[in-house]
Each structure stands twice: as C-alpha cells, then as structure tokens.
C-alpha cells in the first residue's frame, strides 16, 4: 500500500513539472517598448490671412516628429516646437506623425486652421491737385487687400485702371473716389473737392510749360505767351535774373498785339541788377485776335556757367532753366499764371 502511494506521488510531481534539471527557456514571450502616441496643440486656430501658428507636440514615446500642416501627405517640418505661415486663405488639416521604439503613430486634426481673408482699405493721391484746364492728374493707388478698382473722377468719367493718369478740362472742384474690391470684400474712399481747376485770368502770362518754348544750348530764346487778351490794349511784363550767369541779348516784339498798325514796344534793361521790362500796346482796330493766344516778346539771353540759372517773372514763382552742359530745358511752373499790368 505504501509502495502504491509513493508510485502515486512521482507521477504527479513529474507532470507538474516539479522534476529537478527541468529546461525553462522554451515557450516564453519577453518586454516590449511602449507604443508611441501623437499629440499636439496649434495656436492661434484662426486669424487674418498671413497667419502664422506656433505647434507644440506633447507626444509620449517619440523619438522623431514629422508635420504636415496642410495634410497633403508630405512633411512640412520637424521638431517638437514648430511655427507655420499660412499665405492663403481657407482650412487647413493638421498631421503629426510621431516614431519611436515601440513603432509608429499619426494624428490628424481635421479642418484645424481657419485663414480668413482681410477687408480691403482703399486709399489713394493725386497729383497735381489744383491749376487750369487741361489740368493732367496722375493718381496713384495705394490701397492694400485688394484686387479690381474703380475710379469716378467726378467730372462724369470713370476708370478701372490701377493708378491712372486723368485730364479734367473745365473749371470747377471735383470729388473723387475710389472703389476697390478684394477677397474679403470692398471698401470706397472719398475726398470731396479733392481737384480743383480755375479759368485762367485774363490776361495771363502764361508759365505753364505746355504753353512755354525755349530753345536749346548755351543761347537761349524765351518765348513768353499770353492767353486770352481779346480787347487788351497794353500788357508789361518784367523779367528779373541772376546778372552773373545770364546775359539778357535781343528782346523782340511778339506777335499778340500786331495788326493793322504796328505795336509800341519798349524795353528798359538793367543789367547791373538784372532787370528788364518789357512794354508793349497796340492802337490796332482788329487785334489781338478773337482767341486772342500768342506771344508778347521773344527774349534771347546767353547762359554764362553751367549751374541752375532762376528768371523771375515780376514776384511770380520762379521758372528754373537747368543748365546741363550745352542743353537747358524750362521747368514751367505748372498750371501757374501771371496777371500782366
């Protein structure tokens, strides 16, 4: 009996596996890495176009970051902390893709960043802004945000051209305004009485260099013009200059008060202070002429040093003669006027 509960006994220990010598290597499984998993966080979400959002990845188990800030399945950048410029308007889904010993992991925030479009600010200037018809007026667009413009100049006209170049032709005071629109919307600005034209004064010499010739090189020859003398009997002009780099020559008699009798016409020079003036009227029944354009006198004078040379028309602004070598060219006053004695 005891024999049989010994027998007995053994045979349990062996199939527990209780035997002493027993191999334990088989079978078994070891540790393994922890997975990675992505996570991240943007700031700002939202905001006007370019918007630039600072991303902050709080991943675990990552040992490299990979970003797709437009989910377009490449990678954009690299790093734990990023910052990314979105130019263009819309939404935007966000991926991070994180890698680690323990494998791989992709996060994607859809539809994550909103870029708005910015209203457009319509802005602008002109220039010249003030003088006689035909006045000639660049306008320069200086708006921002904006892709199409409209102009109204006032005057009954109109322009869609960026920055255009307008003529106003008849006297008075004009609004002008500037429409533009843009992806976030339109917005117009306004400047009443902005233009302003007046009629020249009669009679007028005229400074402006639409209606003033010279020649050109080291003798010059001014024409000085007058507009809009119908009726005149008598005009007077005086010429002041720098004595010591023009010398005033011939003063002829122009052509506004000829007709059927010859004109009077006296010049007094003095060159000491660089002066001369000019007088001239007309006993003439048919003159000057129904437009009543043209030319007082015709003064030649020889420039004497190649630095800027000033004539003075009575106390009107100055016309400046640039003296470039042997070429000189009148910078008219523009839109300027004198009112002759």
Not at 5 to 11: A, D, R, V
Not at 43 to 53: A, C, D, M, R
Not at 292 to 312: C, E, H, M, R
Request: with cysteine; proline share 4%; charged share 10%.
């Amino acid at each position: 009996m005891l024999k049989k509960l010994l027998s007995l006994f053994l045979i349990l220990l062996i199939s527990c596996g209780g035997g002493g010598g027993g191999d334990d290597s088989g079978g078994g499984t070891g540790p393994t890495d922890p997975a990675p998993v992505a996570i991240f966080s943007g700031s700002p979400v939202s905001g006007p176009v370019p918007l630039t959002v600072g991303f902050l990845s709080g991943s675990t188990n990552a040992t490299t970051t990979a970003w797709d800030f437009d989910n377009d399945g490449s990678p954009d950048a690299s790093g734990t902390s990023v910052s990314y410029t979105y130019n263009n308007t819309g939404t935007y889904s966000v991926s991070l893709t994180v890698t680690g010993t323990g494998g791989t992991d992709t996060t994607t925030k859809t539809n994550y960043i909103t870029v708005n479009a910015v209203a457009p600010t319509a802005a602008f200037f002109g220039a010249p802004t003030s003088g006689t018809p035909e006045l000639r007026v660049q306008f320069t667009n200086t708006s921002s945000q904006y892709t199409q413009s409209s102009w109204n100049f006032g005057d009954g006209t109109t322009s869609t051209d960026d920055s255009p170049i307008h003529t106003y032709t008849s006297a008075g005071s004009y609004d002008v305004s500037l429409s533009v629109t843009g992806e976030g919307g339109s917005n117009t600005a306004n400047a009443s009485a902005y233009v302003t034209l007046t009629d020249i004064a009669t009679p007028a010499m005229i400074l402006d260099s639409k209606y003033t010739d010279t020649s050109t090189g080291a003798s010059v020859s001014l024409d000085v013009k007058v507009l809009g003398v119908t009726g005149l009997a008598a005009a007077q002009a005086k010429l002041i200059y720098d004595a010591s780099a023009v010398t005033i020559g011939d003063v002829t008699a122009g052509d506004f008060l000829q007709g059927n009798t010859d004109p009077l016409f006296i010049v007094t020079k003095d060159e000491s202070n660089g002066e001369v003036l000019i007088y001239t009227s007309s006993l003439s029944s048919d003159q000057p002429t129904s437009d009543g354009d043209g030319v007082i006198a015709t003064v030649n004078f020889t420039v004497n040093g190649s630095t800027n040379t000033n004539i003075n028309f009575d106390s009107a602004d100055t016309i400046m003669l640039d003296v470039d070598g042997s070429n000189i060219t009148v910078n008219g006053l523009e839109n300027g006027y004198l009112i002759l004695e």
